[in-house]
Structure formats: C-alpha cells, structure tokens
C-alpha cells in the first residue's frame, strides 16, 4: 500500500510563525494524530528569499488512502465541516494563518517514511531543498522514479540526500514534488554552484527524460523546532508552551 501525504503551503502573519508551528506540532499532533490516523512528517519555514514569505509547509503522513479517507470522515462534520473536539484549536489556528494551498501527494516505493527517519533520530539537517517538477501529463511516474533513482546519486555528490519523493494525486498525473536534505550550508553552496552551471546531470531531465520535464521550482526549507525531521520523534503534549512564551 503506498502510502500518501498532505502536503500544505500555508500563509502566516508576519510575526506569528513560530507561534502557529508551535500550535500546529505540540498543540495538534498529541491529540489528533492519533485521532486522525496521521503522523506529522515535517512542518518547515520556507526561507523568504527563495520562495513566497511568510510561509510554512506542513507535511503529514498517512499509511494508505484508507486513512486520509478516514482523516477526511472525522474533519469534515456540522455546518462549519469543522471536527467540534477541535474547535478552540481551530479558533486559535485562525489568528495565526491567513489561507494556503494544500496537494495530496503518493510516496515513490523508495521513499522513506517518518517512522524510518525517527529510527534515524532525524536527519541532522540545516536545511532542505525542496522541488516541484512539472512534467507531461501521464509521465510523473516516469519522473518521480529519476527523482528517487538517479537524482539521488547526482545529489549524493554535493552531501544532499533524498528525503521525500512523491508524485501529486488528483491531478493529470503531470507533477513530482522531490525534497532533499542539505547536510551544511557549505554542501548547499556547492550544489547550487554546480546548478547554475548545469554541472549536476539532474538538471538534464530533458536529456534523460527526453521533453518530459516542463518546469521546476526550488526553494529552501528549514524545520521548525518541534518537525519531527528535527526532533527525531512526533511532537507530544510534554512539549507544549504557552503561546506569549514562544
């Protein structure tokens, strides 16, 4: 079964960043992790000079498409489509945020989970490029295998390793979203260096791949402090702080 994932890009108010991921780690996970058949995968800050600010991505991990339905059950009930056990979690989410766009994505079978990176006590990482490639429709399959095959002895090179590799659900089958970890900012340096003089062979799909590739984004990401990318565990109630606290 594979497994599939929320994948949120969420805008925040300025000056409420860390107190929404706080909110969105300690405050949710306990209680509607368990609740929702979810595991939080990460929640990240999107680093503002390489993509929208302010802006945090959230990713949440559920073992097949049984329990996102099942997430989807408990959610979406009464007139709001709120879960009421929820409702002062929700309330307070919405000082927080100001809207967002969320994809349903499926893990390539060489994906790692969350479960295989706590057993690793997270990744150790200072940042994490993130990627969105667009591709002809019907081939992300094809795409998502080279992001998670070839891709990742072309990064492997610069010290970066694959942390996720998906392709995007309910679409034309035309999208990959590929996250890589970046060990130090000297590796990540490096790597961009060989970027922008096309020196990685990843950044010849269209060779490999012939006209398959369309366009891509990349942008930086660093974990908030409770990701469990960071942590090396999911967030729990232990590690929750008044909000005027954080």
């Not at 970027?195 to 010849?204: C, I, M, N, T």
């Amino acid at each position: 079964m594979a497994r599939v994932y929320i994948h949120e890009f969420v805008d925040v108010l300025g000056t409420e960043r860390a107190r929404y991921q706080h909110h969105m780690t300690a405050n949710w996970c306990p209680e509607a992790g368990p609740l929702r058949r979810q595991q939080c995968f990460g929640v990240f800050s999107v680093v503002g000079s390489t993509g929208r600010w302010p802006q945090v991505v959230n990713l949440w991990e559920y073992a097949g498409w049984e329990d996102l339905a099942h997430n989807f059950e408990v959610e979406l009930v009464g007139p709001s489509h709120r879960d009421p056990m929820l409702a002062e979690w929700w309330e307070q989410a919405a000082t927080f945020r100001t809207g967002g766009h969320d994809r349903i994505l499926v893990a390539h079978p060489d994906s790692p989970s969350i479960e295989s990176w706590q057993d690793r006590g997270g990744t150790g990482a200072v940042a994490y490029v993130h990627e969105i490639l667009k591709c002809r429709a019907g081939r992300a399959t094809d795409l998502c295998d080279a992001v998670a095959g070839p891709a990742t002895e072309d990064h492997s090179r610069f010290g970066l390793e694959l942390v996720g590799a998906f392709r995007t659900a309910m679409s034309a089958d035309d999208e990959v979203v590929g996250m890589w970890s970046v060990p130090d900012w000297d590796s990540w340096a490096r790597f961009e260096s060989a970027s922008d003089g096309g020196d990685v062979e990843f950044l010849h799909l269209y060779e490999r791949l012939g006209d398959v590739v369309t366009a891509r984004q990349r942008i930086l990401l660093v974990d908030a402090e409770l990701s469990p990318l960071r942590i090396g565990r999911q967030p729990t109630a232990a590690d929750r702080r008044p909000l005027d606290q954080i």
